[in-house]
């Protein structure tokens, strides 16, 4: 019987950890587009864009690996929350990043106790920056528990 060699542990351990693309789910097309830019320009990884909680919803499937950024506030259809605690009921390992036009503590609280892994303000300077440090951050995490 043949021995696996390190290089083909090396891939496994890769795909385990799942892929670099993004979901963006933000009914915002002007902050979809610049983010969804932003992250592919500065760490390389590409983004399926959502217009809905709904729509996101209609697509959402368990065992997904893709991290999700998520808007707090839709014009139509669920809030950010109730979607989150949607794609937690489906896959509570999901890794959901909260974006939110509104400065509150309460909300922000709130989507933590519910399983989002971070809660950033689209009205700050850095918001790009913070999730990519964030999704960076995350994927060093599942890197170091493989190995």
Same mark, same amino acid.
């Given at each position: 019987?043949?021995?696996?060699?390190?290089?083909?542990?090396?891939?496994?351990?890769?795909?385990?950890?799942?892929?670099?693309?993004?979901?963006?789910?933000?009914?915002?097309?002007?902050?979809?587009?610049?983010?969804?830019?932003?992250?592919?320009?500065?760490?390389?990884?590409?983004?399926?864009?959502?217009?809905?909680?709904?729509?996101f919803l209609n697509d959402y499937r368990?065992?997904?690996?893709?991290?999700?950024?998520?808007?707090?506030?839709?014009?139509?259809?669920?809030?950010?929350?109730?979607?989150? !605690?949607?794609? !937690?009921?489906?896959?509570?390992?999901?890794?959901?990043?909260?974006?939110?036009?509104?400065?509150?503590?309460?909300?922000?609280?709130?989507?933590?106790r519910h399983g989002a892994t971070d809660?950033?303000?689209?009205?700050? !300077?850095?918001?790009?920056?913070?999730?990519?440090?964030?999704?960076?951050?995350?994927?060093?995490?599942?890197?170091? !528990?493989?190995?």
């Amino acid at each position: 019987m043949q021995q696996p060699t390190e290089k083909e542990k090396q891939f496994k351990i890769d795909e385990a950890s799942g892929d670099t693309d993004v979901i963006i789910v933000d009914d915002d097309p002007a902050f979809s587009f610049m983010l969804k830019d932003y992250l592919l320009t500065a760490v390389d990884y590409d983004s399926t864009l959502y217009t809905s909680g709904n729509l996101f919803l209609n697509d959402y499937r368990a065992g997904e690996t893709r991290k999700i950024i998520l808007d707090y506030e839709f014009n139509e259809g669920p809030n950010g929350l109730a979607v989150l !605690k949607k794609i !937690k009921t489906v896959n509570p390992l999901a890794v959901v990043i909260i974006v939110s036009g509104q400065d509150d503590l309460e909300k922000a609280v709130e989507t933590l106790r519910h399983g989002a892994t971070d809660y950033f303000l689209k009205t700050n !300077k850095t918001v790009f920056a913070n999730i990519a440090c964030s999704l960076m951050k995350l994927k060093e995490m599942e890197k170091n !528990k493989w190995n």
